[in-house]
C-alpha cells in the first residue's frame, strides 16, 4: 500500500502568475482534502473532494480550485497568486465515512510568492 | 464559531520528564478528535482519533484522552526523537455529507538529552 505523495516538493513562482500542485492519494481512498499551512500555523481547510466532486469549502476565494481524477490523483490550482499565498500546501486522502475516517497527509509543497 | 486552541505553544522537556498537552475546543457536531505529529518541513503523521468522552488511546510513550471540552496528550518518559510539533484537530461537518479538519496551532515540543 503506497502513501499519499505530492509534486513537486518546492516551487516558486512570482505574483500574478498561476500555479497547479499534484497530489496521489493512498489507493481505495474516495476522498481528498487540501490544507493550506502557513508558518507557525495549524493546517487550514481549502477544500475537499469526493468522488470527483468538490463537496466541501473553507474561507478561500474562487482563485483557489481543484480537479480530482478517477485513478485517485487530485490537483490544486491557485491563479493569481499573491505574496500571502506562500505557505506549505497540503493534501489528505481518506476513504470517507460517517465515522471513523482518518486523513492521511502528504509530505505538502513549499510555495513561495515572491 | 468553530474553535481549537493548543497549550502550551513550546514546551521544552528533559529526557524521562514526563507531561501533557493539551487541546480545548468549542465545536457544534464533533465527529472526531484527531492527533498528529509534525516534523519540520513534513506534512502531519496521523497518531489518534477520539470519538467518545472517556475514550483513551495509547501508543509506545504516548496516550491522548478525551473529555467533552478538550483533549490531552500525555507523553511518558520522552526521548530526543519525540521532539516535533503536535497538532490537535477536530473533524465537522462542512457540508452535506462532507467533514473537515479543524486544526489547532499546535504544541511545539522539544526534549532535551
Known amino acids: 500500500e503506497t502513501g499519499v505523495t505530492q509534486s513537486p516538493t518546492h516551487l516558486i513562482k512570482t505574483r500574478g502568475q498561476q500555479v497547479t500542485l499534484r497530489c496521489s492519494s493512498q489507493s481505495g481512498h474516495n476522498t481528498v482534502s487540501w490544507y493550506q499551512q502557513a508558518l507557525g500555523q495549524g493546517p487550514q481547510f481549502i477544500f475537499q473532494y469526493y468522488r470527483e466532486e468538490e463537496n466541501g469549502r473553507g474561507n478561500f476565494p474562487p482563485r483557489f480550485s481543484g480537479l480530482q481524477f478517477p485513478n485517485y490523483s487530485s490537483e490544486l490550482n491557485v491563479n493569481a497568486l499573491e505574496l500571502d499565498d506562500s505557505a506549505l500546501y497540503l493534501c489528505a486522502s481518506s476513504l470517507l465515512r460517517e465515522r471513523g475516517e482518518t486523513q492521511y497527509f502528504g509530505p505538502g509543497t513549499r510555495l513561495l510568492v515572491l | 464559531e468553530d474553535q481549537v486552541t493548543q497549550s502550551p505553544e513550546a514546551l521544552r522537556l528533559q529526557e524521562g520528564e514526563s507531561s501533557s498537552l493539551n487541546c480545548s475546543y468549542t465545536?457544534?457536531?464533533?465527529?472526531?478528535l484527531f492527533w498528529y505529529r509534525q516534523d519540520p518541513g513534513k506534512g502531519p503523521e496521523f497518531l489518534f482519533t477520539?470519538?467518545?468522552a472517556g475514550e483513551e488511546k495509547e501508543k509506545e510513550r504516548l496516550k491522548a484522552t478525551l473529555t467533552k471540552k478538550e483533549s490531552f496528550l500525555h507523553i511518558t518518559a520522552p526521548k530526543p526523537e519525540d521532539s516535533a510539533t503536535y497538532l490537535c484537530a477536530v473533524r465537522i461537518k462542512s457540508g452535506a455529507g462532507s467533514y473537515q479538519l479543524t486544526f489547532g496551532k499546535g504544541t511545539k515540543l522539544s526534549v532535551i538529552p
Open positions: 477520539l470519538y467518545s
Open positions: 465545536v457544534s457536531g464533533l465527529r472526531g
